[in-house]
């Protein structure tokens, strides 16, 4: 799911990632991977292994019974404002 396969490692040496990490954690600095933003977001950018897995957990748009909850809420806010 990460580009380390795609990026040479001449490449990756010269951008001071260490061997086997193709990027540094935006969020905590840490080696880590560029890969796709794990929420619904299209958004590209490097996590190490334990942010991906907490903005995994913790994306709200992501659990369906959120979207769920929200187009209710939607659907509420605009009959309410067309009465």
């Known amino acids: 799911m990460c580009y380390c396969d795609s990026l040479s490692t001449e ?6 990632y260490p061997e086997g990490f193709c990027g540094i954690c935006e969020r905590c600095g840490k080696p880590g991977h ?18 991906v897995k907490i903005v995994a957990y913790t994306w709200v748009f992501k659990n369906p019974v959120v979207l769920m909850v929200l187009a209710v809420l939607g659907v509420i806010i605009v009959t309410r404002l067309l009465k």
């Open 11 to 16: 490449w990756k040496t010269q951008q001071g």
């Open 34 to 51: 560029t890969q796709h933003f794990p929420g619904p977001v299209p958004y590209t950018g490097a996590w190490c292994d334990r942010c």
